[in-house]
């Protein structure tokens, strides 16, 4: 028990001893020190917040970059003068005596080979270059009649035609219209404005006029010579703008019908459906027979 006692004894003057010097250090309202806080904290440079970190890696452009072209202009546009027109009409030609020609002398072997391109103002044609193609290189003279609504959007084909030597370029009426069909003014007006745009296009005349469709009364072929125009019609026709008459069909026909001053017609208009693949074995074969092909004004002019 005495432990015991010594024990709380001990126990009792230890918390007395806490105690006190707990309240001692922690009572209220007690300043822990009557003079005021010293600071002797100055700002110095190093609260200054400095840049440390540094560019270490300035990126480098190691390659610039190049502009590929996809796609390059080799060629800079020309625009073409819409025809570099003569302004005006066609001079007037002489009246001629009515001519209706239908071939040429038959006394001589020439055969002149024609291609219509007819084109009326709503229904427009296109042009068979092959044609064209296969005349130059065999070296074939020829004669187109063309529509002159047709040569204000083939103005580049007209002068071609115009000025190879071996071509000649007839009056084709200006739309193509059925003649019988027209009074005297519209006439005049369908082959006055033709020859106005080949002479405008080209500064050439065209002395020779093809009916369209080939259908007329007599006082047509006086009001053509009134223009000074022989009205030139064919005495074989190989019917090239029937689809399914083929090549072969087709010179199966010349060889039956031509004769010494032939005038063959045929189309250039994109609707002589195989007057191209034709022609070489035509002019060919022709040339075989003995014949020499002509233009139209050599075929006439052959005895004058
Ligand atoms: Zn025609």
């Known amino acids: 028990m005495d432990s015991m006692k010594l024990l709380r004894t001990l126990l009792f003057v230890f918390t007395l001893f806490w105690l006190t010097g707990c309240v001692a250090g922690v009572a209220p309202n007690t300043p822990a020190s009557t003079t005021p806080p010293n600071v002797t904290r100055t700002p110095t440079t190093t ?20 502009i590929t072209l996809t796609s390059t ?91 190879n030597p071996l071509f000649e370029v007839g009056n084709h009426s200006w739309s193509h219209p059925d003649f019988r069909e027209l009074d005297a003014v519209q006439l005049d007006s369908q082959i006055v404005q033709a020859n106005d745009i080949f002479y405008q296009l080209t500064s050439q005349q065209m002395q020779y006029f093809r009916l369209p469709g080939g259908t007329y009364y007599p006082w047509i072929l006086d009001a053509v010579a009134e223009h000074g125009m022989s009205t ?55 040339r075989e027979q003995g014949y020499t092909l002509v233009t139209i004004s050599d075929l006439l002019d052959v005895g004058k």
């Open 232 to 286: 030139i019609q064919w005495d074989v026709v190989i019917a090239d703008s029937v689809p399914d008459n083929d090549a072969e069909n087709i010179n199966r026909i010349v060889q039956e019908r031509v004769q010494n001053g032939s005038i063959i017609i045929m189309h250039a208009n994109g609707r002589g459906w195989h007057t191209a693949e034709a022609l070489p074995d035509m002019i060919s074969w022709l």
């Open 73 to 163: 202009i080799t060629t800079t546009p020309t625009i073409t003068p819409t025809p570099t027109m003569i302004s005006g009409p066609a001079p007037t030609l002489a009246a001629i005596d009515t001519a209706f020609i239908t071939n040429g002398d038959r006394e001589q072997a020439l055969v002149a080979l024609t291609f219509d391109i007819c084109e009326s103002e709503t229904v427009p044609s296109g042009y068979d270059a092959a044609i064209e193609a296969a005349l130059v290189e065999l070296e074939a003279p020829a004669t187109f009649f063309i529509s002159g609504h047709w040569m204000t959007h083939n103005v580049e084909t007209v002068r071609r035609l115009a000025n």
């Open 47 to 66: 609260d200054t917040p400095t840049l440390t970190a540094t560019i270490t890696h300035t990126p480098t452009i190691t390659a610039t970059p190049t």
